[in-house]
C-alpha cells in the first residue's frame, strides 16, 4: 500500500462518510476531556485543533458558559463539510504549525491529531506561545502511543505516511518542556487488549 498523507486521508474520510464513525468512536474519550476541562470555566473561549466536521465545536458551543468556539483543521474537505452543517461557529482551513487565531484563547482542545505531525513538540510550543492565553490550557487525547500496543499497526493499516509513536512519558515531557506547568495524563476507556484513549494537559 502506498503511504499518503494524513490530510488526503482525512479528506476522504470526509467524502466518504467514515469521519461519522471518528466522531462515534471517540465520543466517551471526548465527553470525559470535555467535562474535565470545562469543569468551573466561566465565559471561555474553545479552539479545537484538527477539527475534522466540527462535530467537538459544535457540541462545545451549546454549553452555557462558551463564548465562542473555532475548529481548525488541514483538510479543505473536513473544513467544508463542518461549515455545511454549522452555520453558527467559525472554521478554518489551515496548517496547523503557521496558523494563529485573531485572539488568544481559554481552552485549545485535541483529539487524534497531535501524532500525524513529525515533530509533535514543536505544534505543542506553537500552541502554547501564540494560541493560549495565560492560565489557559491545552488537552489532547491519542490513540496512537507506545503503551496501546494494539494501535501499532495503524500507519500500515491506514497507509498514512506520518505518524509519530511515543510514550506517555515522553508525551507529558514535550508539555513540560515548552513551558507548561500543572501536566497530567491519564488514560479513559481502557477495553480488553486496548489501554485506552491517552489525554495529556497542562495550564499555560
Given at each position: 500500500?502506498?503511504?499518503?498523507?494524513?490530510?488526503?486521508?482525512?479528506?476522504?474520510?470526509?467524502?466518504?462518510?467514515?469521519?461519522?464513525?471518528?466522531?462515534?468512536n471517540h465520543q466517551f474519550s471526548v465527553n470525559e476531556m470535555i467535562k474535565f476541562s470545562t469543569n468551573k470555566l466561566k465565559d471561555?473561549?474553545?479552539?479545537?485543533?484538527?477539527?475534522?466536521?466540527?462535530?467537538?465545536?459544535?457540541?462545545?458551543s451549546k454549553l452555557k458558559n462558551c463564548k465562542e468556539a473555532i475548529g481548525v483543521d488541514g483538510s479543505k474537505k473536513m473544513i467544508e463539510k463542518a461549515?455545511?452543517?454549522?452555520?453558527?461557529?467559525?472554521?478554518?482551513?489551515?496548517?496547523l504549525l503557521n496558523w494563529k487565531p485573531?485572539?488568544?484563547?481559554?481552552?485549545?482542545?485535541?483529539?487524534?491529531?497531535?501524532?500525524?505531525f513529525e515533530n509533535p513538540k514543536e505544534l505543542i510550543k506553537h500552541i502554547y506561545l501564540s494560541w493560549l492565553n495565560k492560565k489557559?490550557?491545552?488537552i489532547i487525547g491519542l490513540d496512537y502511543y507506545y503503551e496501546n500496543k494494539a494501535s501499532h499497526t495503524w500507519p500500515k493499516d491506514c497507509g498514512i505516511s506520518i505518524m509519530s509513536l511515543f510514550s506517555e512519558r515522553e508525551w507529558?515531557?514535550?508539555?513540560?518542556e515548552v513551558g507548561f506547568k500543572k501536566v497530567?495524563?491519564?488514560?479513559?476507556?481502557?477495553?480488553?487488549?486496548?489501554?485506552?484513549?491517552?489525554?495529556?494537559t497542562g495550564i499555560k
Open positions: 500500500m502506498n503511504k499518503r498523507s494524513p490530510i488526503d486521508v482525512f479528506s476522504d474520510w470526509a467524502i466518504n462518510g467514515k469521519d461519522i464513525g471518528m466522531e462515534k471561555y473561549t474553545f479552539l479545537d485543533a484538527g477539527c475534522g466536521n466540527g462535530w467537538v465545536v459544535r457540541k462545545i461549515k455545511s452543517i454549522d452555520k453558527k461557529n467559525k472554521y478554518y482551513c489551515e496548517n485573531k485572539t488568544k484563547v481559554n481552552l485549545v482542545h485535541s483529539m487524534e491529531v497531535f501524532y500525524y489557559s490550557r491545552l507529558r515531557d514535550f508539555f513540560i497530567n495524563s491519564w488514560k479513559v476507556d481502557n477495553k480488553s487488549n486496548w489501554t485506552g484513549t491517552l489525554i495529556v
